[in-house]
C-alpha cells in the first residue's frame, strides 16, 4: 500500500516549502519539492537605478538579507568592472561571516536538533554523568552539573505548567530518537545558551551594517561606512574592538559546544550517516577575497561531479567564465510561462498560476542547473570542494570530525559518510569553526591596513550609456547565491536571482531530473506516516529558507491527514 505524505512548517521559522512524498514498504518512492510563494523582486527592479538593487534583494527573505545584500552590489560592480577598495572586501567579509555565524548557530540548536534531541527524555538524566561526558568532549565552561541541573529544573517547569512554549509540538518518543537521556540533557542546555551567542554574532551585523536584519551600510563602490579610528561618528578602533571582543565569544562557542555536539548526535546516530544523499553533484563559489582585486580567497570554489573528488573543476574569481556560462534555469514545472532553458541574463520571469500537478507544473521554484545537471549547494559543497582541493584547513578540520566521531562510534568513518543528512550538519559545523577563524584573520588585516594610514572604503560608481551585464556571487549560509543584472543606459533591465535554497528545492527539469531535496528524500526510512521525522531531519539537514507542508494520504482509505511539525 502506497501512502502520500505533507509536513507544515518544515523549517520552525518561516513558510512556503512544501513536500510531498509517496510511502510503501516504510521508505519514500518518491517525492516533490514546491515553492508556495512568488518571489517577484524581480519585476519590481526594472527600470530601476542598479546602485538601489540591493536595498530591494535584501527584502527578498527575511532570514537571508545580508547575502542577497553583498551578491547584489557585486552583481553590478561586476557589470562596471569596479574594483573597490580593500577595507570595503575586509569589512564585507566580516560582516557575512558574522551573519554565517549565525545562521549556521541557529540552524542546527534552534530549526534542527530537535529532530534528534528528544526534550523530554532530559528529565531522565543524571546531571553529573552529562557534566562528565561533556567535559570529556570540550573544556567549556558552562558544562558543569550545576549548570546541567538547573537547566533539567527548567525543562521540569515547563512540563509541570503544561505550557511547553518553544518545546510545544515535538514527536517526542518517536522511535528513531535514540540518543541517551544525559545527551539529550546537553543538548536541551545547549540549545538555550546557543540563544545568547547566535546574538553576539548578529550583534556584530548590527555594529558593522548599521542594523539587522536589514543592513545599511553597503554601497556600489564599496561601503558607507566612513573609517576614521578617532572619529565617534565612523568606524573607529572602540567599534572595532567590540567586533573582535563578539567574534572570540562566538568562536569559543562554535569550538566547544557547536562541534562536539554535531560529532556527538552523528556518532550516536551512525544509520543517518547512509540516508538522504540525493544529488551528489556539488557546487561552491570562491568568497573572503584576501585583495582588493579580489582575485584571491580564503574559501575555495569548484565543481564536483557523482561524488568523484577526481572530477573537481575550479571556479576561481568574481568573473570566472566557467561559471557565467554554465548556469541555467528551466521552467518545466514551475507556474511560469512556457517550459524554456534560459540563461539568468535572458531570464524571464513571467508568472502563470496553477494548481499543483506533479505529471505538471507544481513549484513557484524555478530549476536551475549547471551544465545541464542540477547541483547541490551549501557548506557540504564547499567542504568537499575544499577537501578535493587540499586545502589544509578545511582538511584538517573534516579528518578531525571524522576521526573522533569514529572513535565515538567504535567504527572506521570515512569521507564517503559526508554524503548524507548528518553529513550536511557536519560540513555546516565545520564550516562555522572555519569561519570564525576566519573572522579574527580578516580583523587582523583590516587593523593592519588601517594602520599604514589607509582609510579608503568607497569608489564612486559610473554608469556609461549603453548595454552593461553583470553577475555577483556569494557562499552564502545555504550556498551558492548568484544575482545577475543587465543594465540599459544606467537603468536595470533584466534581473535574476539564483538562490542556494532554488538551486536545491527546484522541481524536476525538462528531462525529469529531480532536484537535490527531491532526490534527497527517496529511499528515506518512515516509521509512522502520522509523524514523518525522517522526512523533517533530511530537509532539514539543507537548512532550506522556505517553508515545507508534507500531509499523509492513503488513497485505498481516501484519508488525509495533515501534520505538524514545529
Same mark, same amino acid.
Given at each position: 500500500m502506497t501512502a502520500r505524505i505533507t509536513i507544515d512548517p518544515v523549517t520552525r521559522i518561516e513558510g512556503h516549502l512544501r513536500i510531498d512524498a509517496e510511502v510503501s514498504d516504510g521508505q519514500v518512492q518518491k517525492a516533490w519539492s514546491s515553492g508556495q510563494m512568488f518571489r517577484g523582486i524581480e519585476l519590481i527592479l526594472k527600470d530601476r537605478d542598479p546602485r538601489e538593487a540591493w536595498l530591494f534583494t535584501q527584502r527578498i527573505c527575511g532570514v537571508c538579507t545580508t547575502v542577497h545584500a553583498i551578491a547584489s552590489v557585486r552583481a553590478v560592480e561586476n557589470a562596471l568592472g569596479l574594483e573597490i577598495p580593500y577595507n570595503a572586501q575586509l569589512v /564585507?567579509?566580516?560582516?557575512?561571516?558574522?551573519?554565517?555565524?549565525?545562521?549556521?548557530?541557529?540552524?542546527?540548536?534552534?530549526?534542527?536538533?530537535?529532530?534528534? +534531541?528528544? +526534550?523530554?527524555? %532530559?528529565? @531522565?538524566?543524571?546531571? &553529573?554523568?552529562?557534566?562528565?561526558?561533556?567535559? *570529556?568532549? *570540550?573544556?567549556?565552561?558552562?558544562? *558543569? /552539573?550545576?549548570?546541567?541541573?538547573?537547566?533539567? $529544573?527548567?525543562? @521540569?517547569?515547563?512540563v509541570q505548567s503544561g505550557q511547553l512554549g518553544?518545546?510545544?509540538?515535538?514527536?517526542?518518543?518517536?522511535?528513531?530518537?535514540?540518543? =541517551?537521556?544525559e545527551v539529550n540533557l546537553l543538548a536541551v542546555d545547549h540549545y538555550l545558551q546557543a540563544l545568547e551567542?547566535?546574538?553576539?554574532? #548578529?550583534?556584530?551585523? %548590527?555594529?558593522?551594517?548599521? @542594523?539587522?536584519?536589514?543592513?545599511? #551600510?553597503?554601497? &556600489?563602490?564599496?561601503?558607507?561606512?566612513?573609517?576614521?579610528?578617532? *572619529?565617534?561618528?565612523?568606524? #573607529?578602533?572602540e567599534r572595532l574592538s567590540w567586533v573582535r571582543d563578539l567574534f572570540r565569544e562566538v568562536r569559543a562557542f562554535v569550538e566547544q559546544v557547536y562541534l562536539p555536539d554535531v560529532i556527538a548526535i552523528a556518532a550516536m546516530n551512525p544509520d543517518w550517516l547512509g540516508y538522504g544523499a540525493g544529488v551528489l553533484n556539488y557546487m561552491a563559489v570562491p568568497d573572503l577575497p584576501t585583495n582588493a582585486a579580489a582575485t584571491e580567497f580564503d574559501l575555495p570554489g569548484g565543481t564536483i561531479m557523482n561524488a568523484d573528488l577526481e572530477t573537481l573543476k575550479s571556479i576561481d574569481s568574481?568573473?570566472?567564465?566557467?561559471?557565467?556560462?554554465? +548556469?541555467?534555469?528551466?521552467?518545466?514545472?514551475?507556474?511560469? $510561462?512556457?517550459?524554456?532553458?534560459?540563461?539568468?541574463y535572458e531570464g524571464v520571469t513571467a508568472p502563470e498560476p496553477g494548481k499543483f500537478d506533479p505529471e505538471g507544473k507544481y513549484s513557484w521554484v524555478k530549476s536551475p542547473r549547471f551544465d545541464g545537471k542540477p547541483m547541490q549547494v551549501g557548506p557540504l559543497a564547499q567542504m568537499l570542494v575544499g577537501y578535493a582541493k587540499g586545502d589544509p584547513r578545511i582538511v584538517k578540520r573534516v579528518d578531525y570530525v571524522l576521526d573522533t566521531a569514529s572513535s565515538l562510534a567504535g567504527t572506521k568513518l570515512t569521507p564517503k559518510v559526508l554524503h548524507s543528512t548528518l553529513g550536511r550538519h557536519a560540513a555546516r559545523c565545520v564550516r562555522a569553526h572555519l569561519m570564525a577563524e576566519l573572522a579574527e584573520s580578516h580583523w587582523d588585516r583590516l587593523i593592519d591596513n588601517i594602520g599604514k594610514g589607509d582609510l579608503e572604503s568607497f569608489v564612486e560608481p559610473v554608469f556609461p550609456k549603453g548595454r552593461q551585464q553583470g553577475f555577483g556571487f556569494h557562499e552564502a549560509p545555504r550556498g551558492v547565491l548568484s544575482h545577475w543584472v543587465v543594465?540599459?543606459?544606467? /537603468?536595470?533591465? #533584466?534581473?535574476? %536571482?539564483? +538562490? =542556494?535554497?532554488?538551486?536545491?528545492?527546484?522541481?524536476?527539469?525538462?528531462n525529469g531530473q529531480m532536484g537535490p531535496y527531491e532526490a534527497s528524500l527517496v529511499g528515506n526510512p518512515v516509521a509512522d506516516p502520522e509523524r514523518p521525522l525522517e522526512l523533517l531531519r533530511t530537509v532539514h539537514s539543507f537548512d532550506p529558507c522556505l517553508a515545507c507542508a508534507i500531509h499523509t494520504h492513503d488513497p485505498e482509505a481516501g484519508i488525509t491527514t495533515k501534520v505538524m511539525a514545529l
Open positions: /564585507r567579509n566580516m560582516l557575512v561571516m558574522a551573519h554565517a555565524l549565525h545562521d549556521h548557530i541557529v540552524h542546527f540548536y534552534h530549526l534542527s536538533a530537535l529532530d534528534f +534531541v528528544d +526534550v523530554t527524555q %532530559a528529565l @531522565k538524566a543524571d546531571p &553529573v554523568a552529562a557534566s562528565k561526558l561533556a567535559e *570529556s568532549l *570540550s573544556e567549556w565552561p558552562g558544562n *558543569s /552539573r550545576h549548570q546541567l541541573r538547573a537547566t533539567q $529544573e527548567k525543562v @521540569k517547569g515547563f518553544i518545546f510545544a509540538n515535538g514527536y517526542w518518543g518517536h522511535p528513531a530518537m535514540k540518543l =541517551p537521556p551567542y547566535q546574538r553576539k554574532a #548578529n550583534q556584530i551585523v %548590527a555594529i558593522l551594517g548599521g @542594523k539587522t536584519p536589514n543592513i545599511q #551600510n553597503l554601497a &556600489v563602490g564599496g561601503i558607507s561606512n566612513p573609517i576614521d579610528p578617532d *572619529s565617534q561618528a565612523a568606524l #573607529n578602533m568574481f568573473g570566472d567564465a566557467y561559471f557565467r556560462e554554465n +548556469v541555467t534555469e528551466n521552467v518545466t514545472h514551475a507556474w511560469y $510561462e512556457g517550459g524554456d532553458t534560459l540563461h539568468p543594465i540599459e543606459d544606467g /537603468r536595470i533591465a #533584466n534581473y535574476q %536571482a539564483v +538562490v =542556494p535554497s532554488t538551486w536545491n528545492a527546484g522541481p524536476r527539469d525538462e
